[in-house]
């Protein structure tokens, strides 16, 4: 029998609070991406490729995208160290990230692991675009927020899966965003969840905040830009072909959007910007999510 909203909710924070390591997952996960989350220049070469190469699976995985010509790779490289050397610390970043979040996805799952990922890969392309558009000063932290926005949705899949699974199925069917139908049925929001976890694993300040205020906005205090950046690349995303696994019935108006007036506040540049070009150009995203999935989901 499903748990009741309350039972879940108090199951499920009870779960978070009480472990460091979310049971069955990869021990090496959680100190990678805490150590991913900082800024490029304070990264030392060494430790990354030391975390990296604790997990055989990831390090395979690692070396695989690394090669794979959407990098630009000219000479195969077959160390983490020699691609750590080829690629740049940043790249290495956002291919290791990207392949913990795929390693998160749990495969027992009646729904689609890929989908959910290629929405984070999406949100991630889209946030760096936006904040490159609009003169944000950081867009590879736009990249990394978006990647992990949907935090929560994974530890949701792991920690209450028919729970979550009827929410998926109720937001489906009544095409609502799912964070709506989460709260419903879990009592909690997967913005509440990512955001716990994203705290307990040491994400970083601008990282939870992305988390946990990707769905209200105008409730958000801190790192205000990047959320919103965040924010409106999650609307295009779910409005386009990069959504949870079906549609959702509303239409948007960006400009409507609590988003565009934070954004608006520090960069009078969204003013002038083409949202018909941006959801063009986000098609091509969705060439480029898809052959990222199928290199790392089907490694050789
Ligand atoms: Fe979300
Ligand atoms: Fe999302």
Redesign the pocket.
């Known amino acids: 029998m499903l748990l009741t909203p309350s039972q879940t909710k108090e199951s499920l924070l009870r779960k978070l609070r009480g472990v460091n390591q979310v049971p069955d997952l990869p021990i090496v996960l959680a100190p990678l991406l805490n150590y991913l989350q900082q800024p490029v220049d304070s990264m030392q070469v060494a430790e990354v490729v030391r975390l990296i190469s604790r997990d055989k699976a990831l390090t395979a995985q690692c070396l695989h995208l690394a090669n794979s010509p959407l990098f630009g790779r000219w000479q195969p490289v077959d160390t983490v160290h020699g691609a750590v050397v080829a690629l740049g610390l940043r790249r290495m970043r956002e291919i290791a990230t990207s392949c913990c979040l795929l390693n998160l996805t749990p495969r027992a799952s009646k729904l689609d692991p890929v989908v959910f990922w290629e929405h984070a890969l999406g949100c991630a392309l889209a946030s760096r675009h936006l904040a490159r558009a609009v003169g944000f000063a950081d867009p590879e932290k736009a990249y990394l927020a978006g990647l992990l926005?949907?935090f929560?949705?994974l530890m949701h899949l792991w920690l209450a899966p028919r729970e979550f699974q009827e929410a998926w199925e109720k937001a489906r069917a009544a095409h609502i965003p799912?964070?709506d139908a989460e709260e419903e049925v879990l009592g909690v929001g997967?913005?509440e969840t990512g955001r716990m976890l994203a705290e307990r694993w040491r994400f970083g300040d601008p990282l939870v905040a992305a988390i946990g205020g990707?769905?209200d906005v105008a409730k958000v205090t801190a790192h205000r830009s990047l959320v919103a950046i965040v924010a409106l690349s999650?609307v295009l995303c779910r409005m386009g072909g990069l959504n949870h696994g079906y549609s959702e019935e509303r239409q948007v108006d960006m400009v409507e959007e609590p988003a565009f007036a934070v954004l608006s506040e520090e960069f009078p540049a969204i003013h002038t910007l083409d949202w018909e070009r941006l959801t063009f150009e986000l098609d091509t995203f969705v060439v480029e999510v898809h052959q990222l999935v199928n290199v790392v989901s089907c490694p050789k």
Do not use: A, E, P, V
């Open positions: 926005h949907d929560g949705i799912l964070q997967h913005s990707h769905h999650d």
